[in-house]
């Protein structure tokens, strides 16, 4: 393992935008320098950031990744953060992209492509003849998504593109001559002729492979060629449009109905951090509106710039209106549709889909599109590019083939198809070239540590102590402390367990920890209307993550997560020995009233999405004490860790769906008292109603001694209270 025992923090304010294209067009320097011994140091630029999308930076050549709050947290108390040393994988790209695809069509291919191979927990390096093909901000959308293809990073070179990024976006001429000093003495500059590196494996991707495409409905990885998406819509949704009741005769292109586009969003950093996918939507949206075509009445358009560099360009290039006009008008600097930011939808829109039970759809160009992310009252979300966001707001509909359907009619009566309105590569790169210079960013960011009036109206306590205040339903005091003992208690085996929950694959930290809306009837919102906050003021998930009161009972809360103990959607289980369904919420405190403990069962790839601690913390305020999966994703595993619950995988070949459960049976764990050892095994002990016991070897997966003390020590922040009470 490295140990790296600093972690810097640059702020910038929230008014500036999303810190991923902040850190990408003002923040990283590539390369920078230390007084070390009298002496000035230059080393790379480095950052580890509590995000998964920290990745971002990969495509301007500086090492970073997403790490768990708890993680990052225990850094700032002086605790070395562990990185087990990963396999490198490389991808050789080759050939370009053709004419009418975009970046956005190619991360989304890489993510399935890399999924499907299995890359959890390693580093990718693109390489090879395509780079030359990829502007900067391409490769940049590509190292945003490296947790969507399971990767710790996404990493590109330095090469003579990322330094005429650097130059672009208004860096210095000095520091861009410290970049190309640094790595071409240091040997790692990358020139087409450069020897190619040594990996655990590499893999071929063609870029002139690459077609236009979707994601979803529920996974970036569900790679959807446009051709395919409505077929595929009627595939996926087939029980629920069975049971939806729209007008007889209702035509998807002239009203809400299923398959309905209810949601268009310009949003994420992951797009909105390149001008080609930007310019192209607005270059899009003017030839819509000279052609005569409007957004359907029911779709809701939003634009979400990651930077305020964004808003410029588009003023600069006079596109900024034909955005607006067609209602993507700015909302703000941050996200917003992709992390479930959306808003209501209109009373309207929202009372059809729910009277008609009508599957409705989304399309937002972000990075993730999980079960009940984007809009409890949308089924279906879709990842594309802006100019797609565009398109499928003038549709309408998920049930039209772009290819060779028309988007409507002009003035004429014409019909008018998306190869008719999609701009060409010539047409975009004229327009960035024009409009996109070094003087917007240096504009930008002048003053983007001054404020706005709010922000500076703002005022703190300057005392050593956090002045808890009692009344306030947004942040309040948590127990991760209560009863802790000055010296860890030995470590015991797990007896008697009870399964709280069991569920299949690809489980998201969405569905553990939502971030969006809060339902009126969920634990969460019966406990904030006992407080004497109206539904209208709930806020979301998100915002309340202070309120530990509120978290608690949205862990495993999402409207659409499938717990296999119980026969609906939603966070229900079962409540043991009398089998009664209850909200997993009040069924954890029922069992923790009776000092039950409890275990959670999954399949692959638990824990994907957000580096969202609130999935560990709820986990174990709930008296959770052993997931076991078959495979985990990389920040999860880690937060788990850190708050004192031990992951334990399955070995290959065994799953949680072989052991036949119903969820009445008991579990135990033994081989966890006593001295440990990274990925030792553990006996898991399943006793049946019946009195039949069943033994499961399963792999304990606390990776290194730095995990093993943590978990000694009921998590990572125990571990370092005890280290500073006892320093004092």
Not at 294 to 305: E, G
Not at 507 to 526: E, V
């Amino acid at each position: 393992t490295t140990e790296i025992y600093t972690l810097s923090l640059h702020d910038a304010l929230p008014i500036s935008g999303i810190v991923h294209q902040v850190n990408l067009e003002y923040l990283a320097s590539v390369a920078t320098t230390a007084e070390q011994d009298g002496a000035t140091v230059l080393y790379p630029d480095s950052v580890l950031g509590t995000d998964s999308h920290t990745t971002m930076i990969n495509g301007l050549g500086v090492m970073g990744w997403g790490v768990g709050g708890i993680e990052a947290e225990a850094v700032l108390l002086g605790q070395p953060y562990s990185l087990q040393i990963p396999e490198v994988v490389g991808v050789r790209l080759s050939g370009a992209l053709r004419p009418g695809t975009t970046a956005t069509d190619l991360v989304l291919t890489i993510t399935r492509f890399l999924r499907a191979k299995g890359v959890v927990g390693r580093f990718v390096e693109f390489f090879g003849p395509g780079l030359a093909a990829l502007s900067l901000p391409d490769r940049a959308t590509i190292a945003n998504m490296a947790p969507e293809y399971g990767a710790t990073m996404g990493f590109f070179p330095v090469d003579g593109e990322t330094l005429r990024y650097l130059r672009a976006s208004g860096r210095s001429d000095g520091l861009v001559d410290l970049v190309e000093r640094l790595c071409r003495e240091q040997g790692f500059f990358f020139v087409p002729d450069s020897r190619e590196p040594e990996y655990s494996v590499v893999y071929d991707v063609g870029l002139d492979s690459v077609v236009p495409s979707l994601a979803g409905p529920k996974r970036p990885q569900d790679l959807l060629p446009l051709a395919e998406a409505r077929a595929d819509f009627g595939r996926q949704f087939e029980q629920q449009l069975a049971k939806s009741t729209p007008d007889v005769g209702d035509q998807p292109n002239a009203t809400l109905t299923n398959g309905s586009v209810v949601i268009a969003a310009i949003t994420s950093c992951t797009n909105t951090s390149n001008p080609d996918v930007m310019i192209g939507a607005g270059l899009l949206a003017r030839k819509a509106r000279q052609r005569g075509l409007t957004v359907k009445p029911w779709v809701k358009t939003s634009l979400a710039p990651g930077s305020r560099v964004v808003t410029r360009y588009l003023e600069q290039s006079g596109l900024l209106p034909d955005l607006e006009a067609l209602g993507f008008q700015v909302v703000g600097y941050g996200c917003t549709t992709c992390i479930g930011n959306s808003g209501p939808l209109s009373d309207e829109v929202a009372a059809k889909i729910r009277d008609r039970n009508l599957v409705a759809a989304a399309v937002l160009s972000g990075n993730r599109n999980f079960e009940a992310r984007i809009h409890p009252q949308v089924r279906a979300n879709y990842l594309g590019s802006p100019p797609l966001v565009v398109a499928y707001a003038l549709a309408g509909t998920m049930l039209i083939d772009l290819d060779s359907e028309p988007l409507g009619v002009d003035q004429q009566g014409a019909p008018v198809f998306l190869r008719d309105i999609w701009p060409s590569n010539e047409e975009i790169r004229e327009a960035v070239r024009t409009s996109l210079k070094p003087d917007l960013f240096t504009v930008s960011y002048g003053s983007v540590f001054a404020g706005d009036a709010q922000w500076n109206a703002l005022s703190g306590s300057s005392s050593d102590l956090y002045q808890w205040d009692p009344d306030s339903s947004y942040i309040r005091e948590p127990p991760f402390f209560q009863a802790m003992s000055a010296a860890p208690q030995p470590v015991a085996d797990i007896e008697g367990a009870r399964i709280l929950a069991m569920f299949g694959d690809s489980i998201t930290t969405d569905h553990i920890s939502p971030a969006g809306s809060i339902g009126p009837q969920s634990p969460a919102g019966l406990y904030l209307q006992q407080l004497g906050i109206a539904p209208a003021d709930f806020n979301s998930y998100g915002s309340r993550r202070g309120n530990h009161e509120v978290m608690m009972r949205g862990t495993w809360a999402n409207i659409r997560i499938k717990n296999q103990m119980v026969d609906r959607e939603g966070g229900w289980t079962k409540v043991w020995p009398e089998g009664s369904e209850a909200p997993i919420y009040d069924a954890a405190m029922r069992y923790q009233q009776a000092g039950v403990p409890l275990v959670v069962f999954a399949g692959k790839d638990y824990g994907t999405g957000s580096s969202r601690d609130w999935a560990a913390k709820g986990t174990m305020l709930l008296g959770v004490k052993a997931v076991i999966a078959a495979s985990f994703e990389r920040i999860h595993r880690s937060n788990l860790v850190g708050m004192g619950v031990p992951p334990l995988q399955f070995p290959e070949g065994t799953d949680v769906a072989g052991l036949a459960l119903d969820g009445s049976e008991r579990v135990s764990l033994s081989g966890l008292a006593g001295p440990l050892a990274p990925g030792q095994t553990v006996e898991l002990r399943i006793d049946r109603a019946d009195g039949r016991q069943l033994l499961v070897p399963v792999i304990l997966r606390l990776d290194n001694a730095m995990e093993i003390d943590y978990y000694r020590h009921g998590g990572i922040l125990h571990k370092v209270l005890r280290q500073r009470m006892t320093a004092h």
